[in-house]
């Protein structure tokens, strides 16, 4: 069942970016114009690459875990760097190339981004629910998991909408903020869940490194969501892949070193 779960969830958000990509080819009649026109900031292009780079090893080293062990969270952390990968590639292309055709089309590449923002912090969320519950049972999690997946539907039907112009800034201001605090709620349960782990795990050292780590990834991630959030004010494009990278490696690092240090011991 909850495999069932997993595999709904990465249905209904594939069908979304088909929507979203069909939608885009025909309001520029199939024919969306694009050319290389590299963004003159290389430094945050290299940024975006290395950002790229660290996060899809580390999806690969997850998904070679998860065919070893077979483990419900390694698969959803797995697919939370596999999303954040695929963001990070259409991030690359929107600095590479640009598209010289409707409006639409020029935000066609923010929309890919961004339901590959939303499609990865709901794994995020399974994933807590995996290690602090010991399941992401729709069952067990059904109240949250529906008030969640409305918040996430609501900043995505924001932002669509917006794009094409549909509706006024009172609809998408509230649902971009919606979304902006559903992902800060993931990550304080990140910080609270393995700072309230450690507390019982006071002999077992291996252990309370992991969970130091992961939460620290969590307070990374918060302040990821607030530099996103600044950098509507203030360019901090350089440090958010810093950060993000950043709070992916240390999730990652945090959440196999136990079982890394058990192997070599």
Same mark, same amino acid.
């Given at each position: 069942?909850?495999?069932? !779960? +997993? ?13 979203? !990509?069909?939608?885009?080819? +025909?309001?520029?009649?199939? %024919?969306?114009?694009? *050319? ?12 975006? @690459?290395?950002? &790229?780079?660290?996060?899809? #090893? ?11 062990? *077979? ?25 590479? #190339? ?11 590449? !923010?929309?890919?981004?961004?339901? +590959? ?5 709901? +794994?995020?969320?399974? #994933?807590? %629910? ?16 529906? @008030?969640?997946?409305?918040?996430? $539907?609501? $900043? @995505? ?29 993931? &990550?304080?349960?990140? =910080? /609270? $869940? ?14 309370? /490194? ?14 990821? =969501? ?6 509507? !004010? ?7 892949? /810093? ?17 890394? %240090? *058990?192997?070599?011991?």
């Amino acid at each position: 069942m909850q495999r069932l !779960y +997993f595999l709904s969830i990465n249905l209904i958000f594939a069908t979304l970016i088909g929507i979203w !990509y069909t939608l885009s080819l +025909f309001v520029s009649n199939f %024919q969306p114009a694009i *050319k290389w026109a590299p963004d003159p900031n290389i430094v945050a292009t290299i940024f975006i @690459i290395i950002a &790229c780079v660290i996060i899809f #090893f580390v999806t690969i080293r997850l998904i070679k875990k998860f065919l070893e062990t *077979k483990k419900d969270s390694t698969l959803l952390l797995a697919t939370f760097n596999i999303t954040l990968s695929l963001s990070l590639i259409f991030e690359l292309i929107r600095h590479l #190339f640009t598209f010289i055709s409707v409006h639409v089309i020029s935000s066609f590449v !923010y929309g890919i981004i961004f339901l +590959f923002l939303a499609w990865g912090f709901l +794994f995020f969320l399974l #994933f807590l %629910q995996d290690i602090f519950t010991g399941t992401f049972s729709f069952k067990k999690h059904k109240i949250t998991d529906i @008030i969640f997946l409305g918040l996430i $539907g609501f $900043g @995505i039907s924001g932002f669509i909408l917006d794009s094409f112009n549909l509706v006024s800034q009172s609809y998408t201001i509230p649902s971009f903020a919606a979304l902006g605090i559903t992902i800060l709620l993931f &990550c304080l349960w990140e =910080v /609270i $869940g393995a700072s309230r782990l450690i507390k019982k795990v006071k002999n077992d050292k291996t252990a309370r /490194i992991g969970l130091i780590m992961i939460a620290l990834s969590g307070l990374v991630f918060i302040a990821l =969501v607030v530099a996103i959030l600044v950098n509507i !004010y203030i360019d901090l494009s350089i440090f958010i892949r /810093i950060l993000m990278a950043t709070a992916t490696l240390l999730l990652y690092m945090g959440y196999v070193y136990p079982s890394r %240090q *058990k192997r070599t011991n």
